[in-house]
């Protein structure tokens, strides 16, 4: 998962990018409001963390700026000293999703971001995840590929439900390893083990692949036959 952080506190930004990234997030910083501004529009990112008091452009106008100018409705949880009720619905009113104010826990901004993507890609109430003919449904974990159920192994299914939740982005080696294995990095060969399986899977004879390795980079879904992913 992609975050970005928009912090002109050097230690602050020190700190979360740290613990972010230790949890496998994709993490990129801008210390002022027009580079965040840039950054923001730049890219495809899961969540934004933003300061409200930035030079040159405060967290306020930024927002402000994301939702109604560029139309972008990325995840935006706000973090800032500011802790009166004013503030608070004033973050709000500019486009703001959550607010946290400072200090923090870094364990609650982690919960917090969990709780946005989560919401963001849909997960909170979808009970199936769509792909082309692809369907995982999300409370019995039975995976289908036009209509012929699919057998697969525990961490295969993990693999395909985390491909399912961004087949619009590329999800890097780090990002799959760390979210299927955890704090226990399995060995250089394994991922690529689980996604020649998951592969085998789910392709037979004339069927599209689905799973595209991004050479360098890590895999995601694709196919020129794809519809827009859906959830349910």
């Not at 950054?39 to 963390?49: E, G, K, M, Y």
């Not at 919960?111 to 003919?133: E, H, M, S, T």
């Not at 399995?186 to 004339?206: F, N, V, W």
Request: aromatic content about 6%; overall charge neutral; proline content about 5%.
């Amino acid at each position: 998962m992609k975050v970005l952080i928009i912090e002109d506190d050097a230690a602050i930004a020190a700190n979360v990018y740290d613990y972010l990234e230790s949890r496998g997030f994709q993490v990129d910083l801008a210390a002022n409001g027009p580079a965040g501004l840039k950054f923001a529009l730049s890219d495809a990112w899961d969540a934004i963390l933003l300061d409200i008091s930035l030079p040159g452009m405060d967290g306020l106008a930024l927002c402000r700026a994301l939702r109604q100018q560029a139309h972008r409705d990325t995840p935006v949880l706000m973090l800032t000293a500011r802790d009166s009720l004013d503030d608070k619905l004033m973050g709000f009113s500019h486009g703001a999703d959550d607010y946290l104010v400072k200090p923090f826990s870094l364990k609650e901004v982690g919960a917090r971001l969990d709780a946005l993507i989560k919401r963001y890609r849909g997960r909170v109430a979808a009970q199936a995840l769509r792909f082309a003919d692809l369907t995982l449904d999300l409370q019995t974990l039975a995976v289908e590929r036009a209509g012929r159920p699919i057998k697969l192994q525990p961490k295969c299914l993990h693999i395909l439900r985390l491909l399912m939740l961004a087949p619009d982005r590329v999800l890097t080696r780090q990002e799959l390893e760390t979210e299927v294995w955890g704090g226990e990095p399995p060995g250089s060969d394994t991922l690529r083990t689980h996604i020649y399986m998951l592969r085998k899977a789910l392709t037979k004879p004339g069927d599209a692949e689905l799973v595209e390795t991004v050479h360098g980079l890590g895999y995601r879904l694709s196919t020129g036959n794809a519809n827009a992913p859906q959830s349910s």
